[in-house]
């Protein structure tokens, strides 16, 4: 079993910036496996956001790149989410996702929005 626990979501500010972070423990192959981040506005469906992958390759959905950068730690425990320029339409319940290549798991989500 992986347990993955989000935070960092708040309110912020059109072109403000924010950080997510997404703990995982358990279980985890550190081999091949990839970590991303999916976000789901109101009343639309889960959205791909970023990937990176145990080899630190990175990316992006269209909607996001060029603001958003995935990284990870060294110990391959923690992934972040560095948000700029956040846009309204952002503004959703961004959900951390770990998959193993032969199970996914995914966290509860942390709520993003993006208000004046």
């Known amino acids: 079993q992986v347990q993955l626990v989000e935070s960092g979501g708040g309110l912020v500010q059109p072109g403000g910036s924010l950080r997510l972070s997404c703990a995982a423990s358990?279980?985890?192959?550190?081999?091949?496996?990839?970590m991303g981040w999916y976000r789901q506005g109101t009343g639309k469906e889960r959205e791909w956001v970023a990937t990176?992958?145990?080899?630190?390759?990175?990316t992006y959905g269209d909607s996001v790149k060029g603001r958003f950068t995935i990284s990870r730690d060294s110990a391959w425990n923690t992934v972040h989410l560095q948000m700029n320029s956040l846009k309204p339409e952002d503004t959703a319940v961004y959900y951390c996702?770990?998959?193993?290549?032969?199970?996914?798991?995914w966290g509860k989500g942390t709520l993003v929005t993006v208000s004046s």
């Open positions: 996702k770990y998959s193993s290549g032969v199970m996914d798991y």
């Open positions: 358990g279980r985890l192959w550190r081999i091949n496996d990839v």
């Open positions: 990176i992958t145990s080899g630190g390759s990175t």
